[in-house]
């Protein structure tokens, strides 16, 4: 699954970085979302299933390959 990043909706409230930091990060100037990696699978696909379900501002969604 290949994960999809609407920062212009980020709000910056870092749940997904809480929940996945092997694949998100927040930006050091807006505290934004950043990707790590843009495709996962297995046990990562669950826990970023979890932070897209857990984001604030639907900023993160998650598209089939």
């Known amino acids: ?7 212009a909706r980020c ?9 996945e930091p092997s694949v998100f990060d927040q930006s050091d100037e807006d ?15 669950a826990n970023v299933r979890e932070a897209v379900d857990l984001c ?3 900023a993160l969604s998650l598209k089939e390959e």
Do not use: H
Request: hydrophobic share 45%; net charge negative.
């Open 1 to 7: 699954m290949r994960i999809v990043t609407d920062t």
């Open 11 to 19: 709000v910056g409230a870092g749940q997904c970085a809480l929940t």
């Open 31 to 45: 505290g934004t979302v950043v990707l790590l990696i843009d495709a996962v699978e297995g046990e990562t696909l």
């Open 56 to 58: 604030p501002s639907q």
